[in-house]
């Protein structure tokens, strides 16, 4: 004897499981995998309570297509001796006084699709945009996001251009 499902429950199905389908795709497609950095960076302590700004170690920010990531040199025009109490800052100088702060690379934790045409010249360096316009509050962040803070999508983009005034054409940002 064949079992016959009530008319309810195929309705359901027949809803639920595409929407199930559609979903777990979407989620697979959108998935951002986590980010490791190679010290455990304080960005709040650099940017509120030592009040340095972001171009001195984002050499690039004002005049490049991408804003640049610091490397072991540039950690090491501060942390040659130790700066703070805590392990990580022990731990950083130890890396930067025993050489191997060379092979100290950040690594980037905002991408764009490659037909993305975008410079941290244009938005920052001539439109004056503040860093948190994009990258949320990542100069309060206390440990390194795996994540980024702000999910950079087409719609964010073009709510920015629409209020600043500035173009919506296609190839103004695709190429």
């Known amino acids: 004897m064949a079992f016959a499902a009530p008319h ?3 309705v359901t199905l027949a809803i639920t499981l595409p929407v199930l389908g559609v979903a777990i795709v979407r989620s697979l497609l959108l998935y951002t995998p ?3 950095q190679p010290v455990a960076f304080d960005h709040r302590t650099h ?3 030592l009040k340095i700004e972001c171009r001195l170690c984002h050499q690039y920010v004002a005049t490049g297509a991408h804003a640049g ?4 040199a540039r950690c090491a025009m501060c942390h040659q001796v130790r700066q703070g109490t805590s392990p990580e800052a022990a731990r950083l100088t130890m890396l930067i006084t025993r050489g191997a ?3 100290l690379r950040f690594n980037k934790l905002f991408h ?4 993305v045409y975008f410079t941290h010249q244009r938005h920052v360096g001539i439109a004056q945009l503040p860093c948190q ?8 962040t206390q440990t390194p996001p795996e994540r980024p803070l702000v999910k950079i999508r087409m719609q964010v983009c073009l709510d920015c251009h629409l209020a600043k005034g500035q173009s919506v054409d296609c190839v103004a940002c695709h190429r």
Do not use: F, N, Q
């Open 8 to 10: 309810w429950v195929k």
């Open 34 to 36: 986590a980010v490791k």
């Open 47 to 49: 940017t509120e309570r």
């Open 69 to 72: 990531l610091p490397d072991g």
């Open 101 to 103: 702060g060379d092979s």
């Open 112 to 115: 764009l699709p490659p037909y």
């Open 133 to 140: 316009s994009c990258h949320g509050m990542i100069a309060l």
